[in-house]
């Protein structure tokens, strides 16, 4: 059985910085296309980070571009998203996603088969 289990939110001020984890069970995140995404209230879920599989590399979200880091440690078989420059538009829960044969639809989350419950991240002005 699969489980994605994400942790490390929490309250933050403006400028201040969050790592958040994803820890699997079930699979292996270095075989597996693994994104994070975030739902603020009252919007739909969007794409923030994802790694890929078969060469790490990563990609972004225009607006989160240049402050979040993407990473995989293997070992640990686990994901982060390193938050900096935090602002209150960041605040969502926010969660990781991992999927195989994903391709270049890694932007949308309907292709991805397994999801984590999620963790909030609020950041104060």
């Known amino acids: 059985q699969v489980q994605l289990v994400e942790s490390g939110g929490g309250l933050v001020q403006a400028g201040g910085s969050l790592r958040l984890s994803c820890a699997a069970s079930?699979?292996?995140?270095?075989?597996?296309?693994t994104g994070w995404f975030r739902q603020a209230p009252g919007k739909e879920r969007d794409f923030v980070a994802v790694?890929?599989?078969?060469?790490?590399?990563?990609d972004y979200s225009d607006s989160v571009k240049g402050r979040f880091t993407i990473s995989r440690d293997n070992a640990k078989n686990t994901v982060y998203l390193q938050m900096n420059s935090l602002k209150p538009e960041d605040t969502a829960v926010y969660y990781c996603?991992?999927?195989?044969?994903?391709?270049?639809?890694?932007?949308?989350?309907?292709?991805?088969?397994?999801w984590g419950q999620g963790t909030q991240v609020t950041v104060s002005s």
């Open positions: 079930g699979l292996t995140f270095r075989d597996y296309t």
């Open positions: 790694i890929r599989w078969s060469d790490a590399s990563t």
């Open positions: 996603a991992a999927g195989t044969s994903i391709g270049g639809s890694s932007y949308y989350g309907a292709s991805y088969a397994y």
